[in-house]
């Protein structure tokens, strides 16, 4: 069975850093390109981030490009997305999720609770 | 790139709910559909346009016409009431969602 487990979230302040991970198993995590997708509580789904399969190509979102670094460890079946000079708007419930080309993202991770505030 | 869905769709158990989906990209790269009921994440119900993952029930639908891809639950049940989203690409590695949908089974 495919899952995604990210680690927890938690508080942190305005300007600050955290760093997410994701560990993956039931696939060959490194044929496959991974990504980060948020939610704001109440709100919609917002694409963030995706790194190939390899790790050789990132790719990001406007509104994090800068500040947050999507990374894996294909040893270690592991998805990572550091974030930095976190801000109010980055409070979210942030999701890892496989991609196959074409197919969509599926599955997804049972999500975790980030939230900036002093 | 925007995608565009209306924000809310009633309908009664047993009758037809269709989600639209409006954007510029849409003619030029797939759609894709997604469920998410509360407090759990997302699911795929529909991808490449009109294709159907192994699970999801027949009663889901999905067709396009020109910037426009709408979602149909035919024969609607209380299970279904749920948020929709969909997705698709641009050219550069990008993607978007859609603005999502509340289904509310009357």
């Known amino acids: 069975e495919v899952q995604l487990l990210e680690s927890a979230g938690g508080l942190v302040q305005p300007g600050g850093s955290l760093r997410l991970s994701c560990v993956a198993s039931?696939?060959?995590?490194?044929?496959?390109?991974m990504n980060w997708v948020r939610q704001a509580p109440g709100k919609g789904l917002e694409w963030v981030s995706m790194?190939?399969?390899?790790?050789?190509?990132?790719f990001y979102a406007d509104s994090v490009k800068g500040r947050f670094i999507i990374s894996r460890d294909n040893s270690k079946n592991t998805l990572f997305l550091q974030m930095n000079s976190l801000r109010g708007d980055d409070t979210a419930v942030y999701y890892c999720?496989?991609?196959?080309?074409?197919?969509?993202?599926?599955?997804w991770g049972q999500g975790t609770l980030v939230t900036v505030s002093s | 790139y925007e995608l565009t869905q209306p924000p809310s769709v009633s309908v009664s158990p047993g009758q037809t709910a269709r989600i639209t989906c409006s954007g510029d990209?849409?003619?030029?790269?797939?759609a894709y559909w997604y469920k998410q009921k509360t407090g759990q994440a997302p699911v795929i119900i529909i991808y490449?346009?009109?294709e159907r993952p192994s699970g999801i029930p027949e009663r889901f639908s999905a067709s396009t016409s020109g910037t426009t891809v709408t979602l149909t639950i035919t024969g609607v049940q209380a299970e279904d009431e749920a948020d929709y989203y969909c997705?698709?690409?641009?050219?550069?590695?990008?993607?978007?969602f859609g603005t999502g949908t509340r289904i509310t089974v009357l």
């Open positions: 490449k346009d009109f």
């Open positions: 990209v849409l003619p030029n790269q797939y």
């Open positions: 997705q698709s690409a641009d050219s550069s590695g990008t993607f978007v």
């Open positions: 039931g696939f060959t995590f490194s044929n496959y390109a």
């Open positions: 999720a496989k991609r196959e080309f074409q197919l969509g993202f599926d599955p």
């Open positions: 790194i190939s399969g390899n790790g050789g190509s990132t």
